[in-house]
């Protein structure tokens, strides 16, 4: 996420699908996690709760959609997201319940007969 001044920042504690870029193609529910974050950031004013930064320097984001719901659980819970990082993140057991819950529902990303991690998928693509 790019925000006007402050620079880009990372939802701290999830890794979402890999959209499609140039010749790669993405990864099933990409695009409906993006749909997702997009929708939630654009239903009012949001607030960004900042952990520190990654290694590339984005800031680590936790953010509050317009009615105090937290987007980085909500995309958990509806499994477009999984955890990552939790050693950076202030809310590693929510996290990590949110991400159970959807599995045990097999929502989203939880409900594909195999599923690649997004870190895997950047890995397997560094390689090739």
Known sequence: IKF???GVC??????APEIPRGAKV???WAREAMMALEGM???G???VLVYGSDKYGRMLCAILDAHGYLINLTLLESGLA????LEKSPFADGFLAAENRAKKAKMGIWGL???ESPADYR???KVQ
């Open 4 to 6: 006007k001044h402050d």
């Open 10 to 15: 990372r939802l701290v504690g999830i890794d």
């Open 26 to 28: 993405g990864q099933p």
């Open 41 to 43: 950031m654009g239903m």
């Open 45 to 47: 004013q949001v607030t």
């Open 82 to 85: 999984q955890t990552y990082m």
């Open 113 to 115: 007969p195999s599923y």
């Open 123 to 125: 890995q397997r693509l």
